[in-house]
């Protein structure tokens, strides 16, 4: 718990609040102007893991050339600075390493996401649903928010982060519970553990100097670009209400990671 708490309050309060917060502003924004929601998506892409479920939860394009199931897919990224900063210089001493890792996973995000979106607007996913897991305020007639609209923002954005928090403590604590299964070999640890929470998991598996750097890069690439059980469970909590389908979903990350792990390789093969 502990180690969970210190997850919590020194890596995801402190990355993710700032973006949560410009985030559910423009969402706000958004019911007077199309670009308020355009620039929510753009930061959710940016912010990290779970932020660009809700942005994809909120979308809802009329022109209907991408639809919400494939941007959920394409937008549900780690942020750059938890890869160039934890992975890159903190797991790996290489920030460029961590960086190469962020496009590779972007690039399988954008490959499954393109090839799945065909058979997502045949099936007609895209149907209204602007509520993620969070109802929409009433605005006056004269476009004002009956409630003052900081209040609302920074209401719902600690609703946001305790939401996220409740799901990291309770995946990581599951996972150092794994450190203690002693029949299993260390390697096997981390990558259980990496499915369950994925931080703790790489923290394990870069102490491992049995695992080659190859095995390491490529395993750390998969479980991030995949984000584990305790991301899925954020981005399900996300999308809430709304006609994403988090089985879908699931199952297009685990094919998007393994693009994302065939391209690091070709990266590995021909750079490093």
């Not at 799945?116 to 009433?138: E, G, Y």
Request: with cysteine.
């Amino acid at each position: 718990m502990k180690d969970g708490l210190l997850l919590v309050f020194g890596q995801v309060l402190p990355a993710l609040y700032p973006f949560i917060l410009l985030t559910t502003l423009f969402r706000y924004l958004a019911e007077r102007s199309d670009a308020g929601r355009y620039l929510s998506i753009f930061i959710g892409f940016l912010s990290g893991y779970p932020l660009g479920a809700r942005a994809a939860a909120d979308f809802k394009s009329s022109k209907n050339r991408i639809t919400s199931q494939s941007l959920l897919l394409i937008c549900n990224n780690p942020s750059p600075a938890y890869m160039i900063s934890f992975i890159g210089l903190h797991c790996f001493d290489d920030p460029r390493l961590g960086l190469s890792m962020y496009m590779a996973i972007l690039g399988g995000n954008l490959a499954a996401g393109l090839i799945f979106n065909p058979f997502h607007r045949k099936k007609n996913v895209d149907l209204p649903h602007f509520t993620s897991c969070l109802q929409p305020k009433k605005f006056s007639a004269k476009g004002i928010p009956e409630n003052n609209l900081l209040d609302m923002v920074i209401h719902d954005t600690f609703s946001i982060i305790v939401s996220i928090s409740g799901y990291v403590l309770i995946f990581s604590t599951a996972a150092a519970f794994i450190r203690h299964l002693v029949f299993l070999p260390p390697a096997a640890q981390a990558l259980l553990a990496g499915l369950l929470e994925m931080t703790t998991g790489i923290q394990m598996l870069a102490s491992q100097s049995a695992v080659s750097a190859t095995s390491k890069i490529l395993i750390t690439t998969w479980l991030i670009s995949f984000g584990g059980l305790s991301v899925i469970a954020q981005t399900a909590g996300m999308t809430g209400k709304s006609s994403l389908s988090i089985k879908k979903y699931t199952t297009e990350k685990a094919i998007a990671a393994t693009i994302a792990v065939s391209v690091m390789y070709i990266y590995i093969t021909l750079c490093l």
